[in-house]
């Protein structure tokens, strides 16, 4: 291979590559596989371009002297995908409500985290599940922890409005309940919004995964969902590890149903298809 690659306006040398690699891995655990250098290429410029940058070499510089982590978080949103939506692996929301559910109510007291919420929905899907099975308040106090690392996702989600076709996946019955029609979007789609009962019971937070969890627990259950595909297996075991000692004793870790446990050392019990119990 040429130890520079000429993609259009702006010069990605090898080295170049391999020091996204890096800090990709090092600071967010995200692996970036040989070969993506068209990727990062095409991705990054259009960044490079709106920053006035001269090159690849001030854009790394930027993002690792960034102590706030927004450019870090740029950089993380052009890498990976932050593809999600309502009531995403159904078979979840199900097993919520029918097996864990009715332990949470004699408990009086649920606590989730969404570790990974990209724009919100994993989190407000299971928020409307609770509020439309469980009698709350005041039979069920619930509080839902929502975290990812891109703070660009996390403004659509506080924000709480959707396009109208990312409603799709909401039964009719939750739809007509839980939104109610706002001004259209930029692009002149229709946009609904989320009832503010049901948005009040997500608080949202910036995390990335790989640094210290500021959160005590326990939770009843962690999801986890999607983002571990970005990981290799050591990183994995080490968050899967985290993840155990912050749930309660008897609560389940939810993972998204392409992603798997085997190759990693844990102490989980398999319950059914991406769901493991504490
Ligand atoms: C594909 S989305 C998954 C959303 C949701 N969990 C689902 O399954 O629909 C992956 C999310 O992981 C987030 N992410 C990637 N690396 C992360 C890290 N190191 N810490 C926290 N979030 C991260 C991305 O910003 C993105 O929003």
Same mark, same amino acid.
């Given at each position: 291979?040429?130890?520079?690659?000429?993609?259009?306006?702006?010069?990605?040398?090898?080295?170049?590559?391999?020091?996204?690699?890096?800090?990709?891995?090092?600071?967010?655990?995200?692996?970036?596989?040989?070969?993506?250098?068209?990727?990062?290429?095409?991705?990054?410029?259009?960044?490079?371009?709106?920053?006035?940058?001269?090159?690849?070499?001030?854009?790394?510089?930027?993002?690792?002297?960034?102590?706030?982590?927004?450019?870090?978080?740029?950089?993380?949103?052009?890498?990976?995908?932050?593809?999600?939506? *309502?009531?995403?692996?159904?078979?979840?929301?199900?097993?919520?409500?029918?097996?864990?559910?009715?332990?949470?109510?004699?408990?009086?007291?649920?606590?989730?985290?969404?570790?990974?919420?990209?724009?919100?929905?994993?989190?407000?899907?299971?928020?409307?599940?609770?509020?439309?099975?469980?009698?709350?308040?005041?039979?069920?106090?619930?509080?839902?922890?929502?975290?990812?690392?891109?703070?660009?996702?996390?403004?659509?989600?506080?924000?709480?409005?959707?396009?109208?076709?990312?409603?799709?996946?909401?039964?009719?019955?939750?739809?007509?309940?839980?939104?109610?029609?706002?001004?259209?979007?930029?692009?002149?789609?229709?946009?609904?919004?989320?009832?503010?009962?049901?948005?009040?019971?997500?608080?949202?937070?910036?995390?990335?995964?790989?640094?210290?969890?500021?959160?005590?627990?326990? *939770?009843?259950?962690?999801?986890?969902?999607?983002?571990?595909?970005?990981?290799?297996?050591?990183?994995?075991?080490?968050?899967?590890?985290?993840?155990?000692?912050?749930?309660?004793?008897?609560?389940?870790?939810?993972?998204?149903?392409?992603?798997?446990?085997?190759?990693?050392?844990?102490?989980?019990?398999?319950?059914?298809?991406?769901?493991?119990?504490?």
């Amino acid at each position: 291979m040429s130890d520079t690659l000429q993609l259009g306006t702006y010069e990605l040398t090898e080295a170049h590559f391999e020091r996204v690699r890096d800090l990709l891995y090092r600071l967010c655990g995200i692996v970036l596989r040989p070969g993506k250098e068209g990727l990062v290429k095409a991705r990054l410029s259009k960044r490079l371009r709106a920053l006035g940058l001269p090159g690849f070499a001030d854009y790394l510089a930027l993002v690792e002297g960034d102590s706030g982590g927004e450019e870090l978080s740029f950089l993380v949103d052009s890498m990976t995908t932050n593809k999600t939506s *309502f009531f995403r692996e159904g078979a979840h929301f199900v097993f919520v409500t029918e097996c864990l559910l009715p332990c949470w109510e004699r408990q009086g007291r649920v606590r989730l985290w969404s570790a990974a919420c990209s724009s919100g929905e994993e989190p407000y899907t299971l928020a409307m599940v609770l509020r439309e099975h469980a009698r709350i308040p005041p039979r069920l106090d619930v509080r839902i922890l929502a975290t990812d690392i891109s703070t660009r996702v996390l403004e659509q989600a506080r924000r709480g409005q959707y396009s109208a076709d990312k409603l799709q996946d909401v039964p009719a019955a939750l739809r007509v309940r839980h939104f109610r029609p706002v001004d259209a979007s930029e692009d002149g789609g229709p946009m609904m919004e989320l009832d503010p009962e049901v948005r009040r019971m997500v608080g949202f937070a910036r995390l990335n995964l790989m640094d210290a969890w500021p959160m005590k627990g326990p *939770f009843d259950a962690i999801f986890c969902r999607n983002v571990m595909i970005y990981f290799d297996k050591q990183v994995q075991g080490k968050l899967i590890n985290r993840f155990h000692d912050l749930l309660a004793p008897g609560g389940h870790l939810f993972i998204g149903h392409s992603e798997s446990l085997t190759g990693i050392v844990h102490r989980f019990r398999y319950v059914q298809p991406a769901v493991y119990l504490r």
